[in-house]
T-cell receptor, first 111, second 116 residues
């Protein structure tokens, strides 16, 4: 059973608009959450993370929000740029679990 | 960029043949991981290592073995490759164990393996 779910496989937005990528998790022991970005033919690269003691973490155009009661996190990209087009993976860790990844979501930012 | 290389980058092999993929790091990180990425499944952990000669199974370890004789090298072996092992394989490293910690993992460029 999937512990980290990215229910939408793809998202398309216009350049300059906001991109919102969602992620849900089921394991209440998860206490650290990360987003990775992956371009074709490259390995994933770390983007941003959030600890369960926070509900928001911001880094430039990227903000991650965590709603522990709903077991939900989201990544906001504002403003979106064509170079943001990639596959984004949500990941979680905590308790006895090593890093658990979602299936990924393909973001396309149209010029 | 973290110093991680994977070899080979691409390989085509036949069912039943043994295959070894190599991950090499220059960061002296203690922890190393092997993942596979498949459409519809994201990244799934195969095996990981928490030190020289210390390894453990991940989520999808059946059909795979690993070895780590040096800090910098982590080998993934498919003893008898099957078509279901056609995938892209990523090695990752981290200074601490990805469990309750705050260190992200750094990934290598990947190896695309095709088993015919």
């Amino acid at each position: 059973d999937q512990q980290v779910k990215q229910n939408s496989p793809s998202l398309s937005v216009q350049e300059g608009r906001i991109s919102i990528l969602n992620c849900d998790y089921t394991n209440s022991m998860f206490d650290y959450f990360l987003w990775y970005k992956k371009y074709p033919a490259e390995g994933p690269t770390f983007l941003i993370s959030i600890s369960s003691i926070k509900d928001k973490n911001e880094d430039g155009r990227f903000t991650v929000f965590l709603n522990k009661s709903a077991k939900h996190l989201s990544l906001h990209i504002v403003p979106s740029q064509p170079g943001d087009s990639a596959v984004y993976f949500c990941a979680a860790q905590g308790g006895s679990e090593k890093l658990v990844f979602g299936k990924g979501m393909k973001l396309t930012v149209n010029p | 960029d973290a110093g991680i290389t994977q070899s080979p980058r691409h390989k085509v092999t036949e069912t039943g043949t043994p295959v070894t993929l190599r991950c090499h790091q220059t960061e002296n990180h203690r922890y190393m991981y092997w993942y596979r990425q498949d459409p519809g499944h994201g990244l799934r952990l195969i095996h990981y290592s928490y030190g020289v000669k210390d390894t453990d199974k991940g989520e999808v370890s059946d059909g795979y073995s690993v070895s780590r004789s040096k800090t910098e090298d982590f080998l993934l072996t498919l003893e008898s490759a099957t078509s279901s092992q056609t995938s892209v394989y990523f090695c990752a490293i981290s200074p601490t164990l990805a469990s309750g910690g705050s260190d992200e993992q750094f990934f290598g460029p990947g190896t695309r393996l095709t088993v015919l």
